[in-house]
């Protein structure tokens, strides 16, 4: 039994002796993350967070440029009305609301192809590729540059010249009473939401000056098995679409969220220590709940670098060791 096991170290020692250079590499890498995460959650962090954030629910002078904790069940500002005047177009309820203009167009484009398998047949390991072009149509808005020509296999694809027709993007913001989110997207994943269209009827109902004001022939054609309607004068090269959608909004959870004060409005960054992740919670968070949590999450965050350091500085010493031997 103590021959299998003399073996057995004897073919780590080996090991470790022909990928000392992989492990001491990896141990850096690991002392490096080690280091990182320690510096990130260093202990008094949660202290200085606790020392600047107020718990209200008022927007208040004295709390301008401070971290500040709000609870509640969000409703959207504007009671989720956005109106689109120019096409006459008005939803409820919205997040987002988007008319978009597209034209059809050539654009180049590439993609990798296997030009040898190489001795491996079953593994891309040592394939050789090269980048081919090729051509092909699709759909950009009307307004973008693009290039006036390209070229595939000795045959040219003129391009249409861009056509100025405005789009419109709509947003409405997350609300906590008075306070206003400033970037809503972070919420959204607590969200019900659901995409919408106009249907052919309500196009040609609301968009006829619209529709004439473009004056280039547009019809409105139901976009797809949603029936959400668009604007379109065929699919050939050059031609115009026209799309409407919006975003509208279901149940929302309580939430708290935390950031600083500026105006009415909440706005999340990392100035005052917090992380990306520890702006928005998915439930109702007190102050002290909240501050617990994180320093909870620091001190095992603390124990983790440790121990990367200690495992990192481990491999590298025992290389070393093995290397002196030698």
Not at 8 to 27: D, L, M, P, Q, T
Not at 193 to 221: A, W
Not at 253 to 268: A, H, M, S, W, Y
Request: with cysteine; net charge negative.
């Amino acid at each position: 039994m103590s021959g299998i096991f003399g073996m057995i170290i004897k073919e780590a020692r080996n090991g470790f002796r022909e990928h000392s250079k992989v492990i001491r590499i990896i141990g850096g890498i690991m002392i490096v993350f080690g280091i990182v995460v320690l510096f990130a959650n260093k202990e008094e962090r949660a202290g200085n967070i606790a020392d600047n954030l107020v718990e209200t629910k008022e927007v208040l002078p004295e709390n301008e440029g401070k971290l500040v904790i709000v609870s509640g069940t969000p409703t959207l500002e504007n009671d989720g009305i956005l109106i689109d005047e120019e096409a006459n177009l008005q939803v409820k309820n919205a997040i987002r609301y988007v008319r978009r203009p597209l034209q059809n167009v050539y654009v180049e484009k590439s993609k990798e192809v296997v030009v040898d398998e190489g001795k491996d047949k079953g593994s891309p390991h040592d394939d050789v590729t090269e980048t081919v072009y090729y051509i092909e149509s699709e759909w950009i808005p009307s307004y973008a540059d693009r290039e006036p020509w390209s070229k595939e296999k000795g045959h040219q694809y003129d391009n249409p010249e861009k056509v100025d027709i405005s789009e419109c993007n709509s947003d409405n913001h997350f609300c906590f009473g008075e306070f206003m989110v400033a970037d809503s997207s972070k919420l959204l994943e607590h969200a019900e939401t659901k995409e919408r269209g106009f249907t052919v009827e309500e196009i040609e109902n609301n968009c006829k000056d619209y529709i004439s004001s473009l004056g280039m022939n547009l019809k409105v054609l139901a976009k797809d098995s949603n029936n959400f309607a668009m604007l379109s004068n065929g699919d050939e090269i050059g031609n115009i679409h026209v799309e409407f959608y919006y975003r509208t909004l279901g149940n929302i959870k309580p939430l708290t969220v935390i950031g600083r004060q500026e105006g009415n409005k909440i706005v999340f960054d990392e100035k005052e220590e917090l992380s990306d992740s520890e702006h928005v919670y998915g439930r109702i968070l007190s102050k002290d709940e909240f501050i617990k949590e994180i320093s909870d999450e620091d001190a095992g965050s603390r124990k983790l670098g440790f121990v990367f350091l200690i495992i990192g500085g481990i491999g590298i010493l025992l290389t070393l060791s093995f290397k002196r031997r030698k």
